[in-house]
């Protein structure tokens, strides 16, 4: 059913209460995880354009995702990692189009009112330009 499916990481704490789902998923239906984390400080937006040298963030982001992926590997997991540099929702859903993943993962972090405006917008523009059937897993949410 998910043949590969984009793991989209904050290189942070929510990622805790993704991992567990995106795990059981995987070794449920035999999926391949691509695990994706997008820079996107001012060095990682001019990256290309202005031909910078790799930021300290870029570099601490790279090392997250290449540090989990080994992780899920050693948990039998076949698992790729892409370290994306700009817009978050723009290279998750590039990633995921440009990749055929068939289910993208998330976490939310369940703001109200104003704290939606300005965090929620990530997942708000994903789920509205995609085809893709999107996992949203609440941040803080263990799993048994």
Not at 16 to 28: G, Q
Not at 37 to 47: I, P, T
Not at 98 to 115: N, S
Not at 124 to 134: A, C, D, G
Request: aromatic share 4%; glycine share 6%; with cysteine.
């Amino acid at each position: 059913m998910y043949k590969k499916i984009l793991v989209a990481l904050e290189n942070g704490q929510a990622d805790e209460s993704l991992l567990p789902h995106v795990t059981e998923l995987a070794k449920t239906f035999h999926s391949q995880l691509l695990l994706v984390h997008v820079a996107d400080g001012w060095v990682a937006r001019n990256f290309d354009r202005l031909k910078l040298a790799e930021s300290e963030e870029m570099k601490a982001d790279r090392e997250y995702l290449e540090s989990t992926a080994t992780q899920l590997r050693a948990a039998g997991l076949n698992v790729t990692a892409h370290l994306a540099l700009g817009d978050p929702p723009t290279e998750i859903l590039r990633t995921a189009e440009r990749e055929q993943c068939d289910l993208i993962a998330m976490t939310t972090h369940g703001h109200r009112l104003l704290g939606d405006l300005f965090f929620g917008s990530t997942i708000h523009e994903v789920r509205h330009k995609t085809s893709v059937p999107i996992l949203l897993v609440r941040a803080g949410t263990k799993t048994h």
